[in-house]
């Protein structure tokens, strides 16, 4: 069982609702006790997104059909695009987006693994190459590329939860960063069967 669906059943256990109810019910932001970007809040609303992210420099480029705002910037030296997903007008997840070059990487992915992890901890990782790559044989970008390769780690805080991995994008490597509220989960579900309603 996937560790979202997980904490979904946990919560419904032991609060008797989903876990993106409390969002909607009560119609302010949740407190961060978990993983923030930026110092944004769960459930707060797309103008106070706004605010922030340009106030940290990023530059809004647009909104999308779900709601999601869109923002560019630059992060730790490189171009970076920043996705905030919402639920019913209000703050869910963030997506950020780091572009460095694919040369870069990997180096990128692992000065931000020693950042997040002072931040917030050891988090459980996962990285190994599949035949016939290996780590130091000079192919390591080709094998991420081909998915002969995978490098993330992952941290929970109660219900927060927060993956960092290399992900492959056309002909280029990123590195993703997603930090996922308790609502989450179920706005993914709601969007995947928008998606294949008509299948």
């Not at 730790?76 to 572009?99: C, E, F, H, N, Q």
């Not at 996962?126 to 490098?151: H, Q, T, V």
């Amino acid at each position: 069982m996937h560790l979202r669906q997980l904490l979904s059943i946990v919560a419904i256990a032991v609060l008797g609702a989903p876990a993106g109810a409390q969002i909607r019910q009560q119609g302010t932001p949740i407190p961060q006790n978990g993983f923030t970007f930026a110092g944004l809040a769960w459930g707060v609303k797309a103008n106070t997104v706004r605010t922030m992210l340009e106030g940290a420099g990023y530059v809004y480029e647009r909104t999308d059909g779900e709601g999601d705002l869109v923002f560019r910037g630059t992060s730790v030296g490189y171009p970076a695009i920043v996705y905030a997903m919402m639920s019913d007008g209000r703050l869910v997840k963030t997506d950020v987006i780091l572009l460095p070059p694919s040369t870069r990487v990997r180096a990128v992915y692992g000065a931000m693994k020693e950042t997040l992890a002072a931040k917030y901890g050891a988090g459980e990782s996962i990285e190994f190459f599949r035949s016939p790559y290996r780590e130091g044989d000079g192919n390591e970008e080709l094998a991420l590329r081909a998915d002969k390769a995978k490098m993330l780690t992952h941290w929970s805080r109660g219900e927060d939860e927060l993956l960092m991995h290399i992900a492959p994008v056309s002909d280029s490597l990123v590195v993703s960063i997603a930090y996922e509220s308790p609502g989450w989960s179920e706005e993914s579900r709601a969007r995947r069967e928008r998606a294949t309603k008509l299948f």
